[in-house]
């Protein structure tokens, strides 16, 4: 088994060493906290307690979160708040995103948002509008989406598309098993035929997506969600250690192994991966701006690119 070097959470009443976060630099830390503080905006890395922040912080770079701090979702893994969202989209938010991305000399910026159902789009014309504005006010920046199911939604998907972007991102999270307990809301296979259709739709985008381990998946069972995603043509796989953020979400079924996730990288890349980036403390946008530099670098993805995938379309039920 690919996981014999996991811990039990049962066993443990803390992290295991080689669960740290890095300490920041603490001048550069300081000064994205003042423009974030300033521009008003929201990251992931606040809102969902994310480990890394302090060291993303360090170099200058977040994970904003559009669309408010809100989710219509109730993911029992996320710190988000979770509620039906009060106010529409804030027309001035794109501009101040594009004020922070140009304050802080981001050369790749990550956007990422709650779910917001309630809305006929999904706020996937949003996503577009930040984008322009960042490519207005900051040209030459690389610019990933990290969206939401848009509830299968192609007009949505098509509208985030249609936007100058690098790369798109969606996160599978967990295997299928779990989606009724850990993604309430959300369909293992809408997930999956979302980034398939986005390659199919605009072949020349990276797409990514990003699996947490700790749930209580079986190895089998990651081996065939990792089947599902290289048949969907994914360029970009991150996998990382779940880690519960307070006491209200679900707990730490076990702590894997920095060999672990490495073992789980390696056998994702023999199974044809561009890139894979997996450790504990591994998460969707970290190293964001690198993973992007290394994948337009291999040759297999530019074949790929080009029209010659590796890959199939995504059959999943």
């Known amino acids: 088994m690919l996981n014999n070097s996991s811990i039990s959470s049962h066993a443990i009443r803390r992290h295991p060493?080689?669960?740290?976060?890095?300490?920041p630099g603490v001048g550069e830390f300081d000064y994205t906290q003042k423009v974030l503080r300033e521009t008003r905006l929201h990251t992931v890395c606040e809102e969902a307690q994310c480990p890394n922040r302090s060291e993303c912080y360090a170099h200058?770079?977040?994970?904003?979160?559009?669309?408010?701090?809100v989710c219509t979702r109730r993911c029992a893994f996320c710190a988000v708040p979770q509620a039906i969202p009060a106010a529409p989209p804030d027309p001035e938010e794109p501009e101040r995103l594009a004020e922070a991305v140009a304050r802080l000399g981001l050369r790749h910026v990550v956007i990422t948002s709650v779910d917001r159902d309630d809305l006929p789009d999904q706020g996937a014309q949003h996503y577009v509008r930040c984008v322009e504005a960042i490519v207005s006010?900051?040209?030459?920046?690389?610019?990933?989406?990290?969206i939401p199911d848009f509830r299968g939604d192609e007009l949505a998907l098509r509208t985030v598309l249609s936007a100058p972007i690098d790369v798109l991102g969606h996160n599978i999270e967990t295997v299928p098993r779990l989606y009724p307990v850990a993604r309430r809301g959300a369909r293992y296979a809408r997930s999956v035929i979302l980034l398939s259709r986005a390659k199919e739709l605009r072949p020349s985008i990276l797409t990514k997506?990003?699996?947490?381990?700790?749930?209580?998946?079986?190895?089998?069972?990651?081996?065939?969600?990792?089947?599902?995603?290289?048949?969907?043509?994914?360029?970009?796989?991150?996998?990382?250690?779940?880690?519960?953020?307070?006491?209200?979400?679900?707990?730490?079924?076990?702590?894997l192994s920095p060999a672990d996730?490495?073992?789980?990288?390696?056998?994702?890349?023999?199974?044809?991966?561009p890139w894979?980036?997996?450790?504990?403390?591994?998460?969707?946008?970290?190293?964001?701006?690198?993973?992007?530099?290394?994948?337009?670098?291999?040759t297999a993805v530019q074949d790929h690119v080009a029209g010659a995938p590796t890959c199939g379309s995504a059959n999943v039920k």
């Open 261 to 273: 996730f490495q073992r789980w990288r390696e056998r994702a890349l023999r199974i044809g991966f």
């Open 137 to 146: 006010r900051a040209p030459g920046t690389r610019v990933e989406l990290l």
């Open 60 to 69: 200058r770079t977040a994970t904003f979160m559009i669309l408010g701090n």
């Open 276 to 298: 894979v980036e997996a450790g504990p403390l591994v998460r969707s946008s970290y190293h964001a701006w690198q993973q992007t530099e290394q994948v337009r670098a291999l």
């Open 209 to 255: 997506t990003g699996l947490m381990l700790g749930l209580g998946e079986r190895d089998e069972e990651i081996e065939a969600v990792l089947a599902d995603l290289r048949d969907a043509c994914v360029d970009i796989l991150t996998i990382g250690q779940y880690l519960q953020p307070t006491p209200t979400q679900l707990p730490v079924s076990r702590y």
């Open 17 to 23: 060493e080689w669960i740290r976060a890095k300490m």
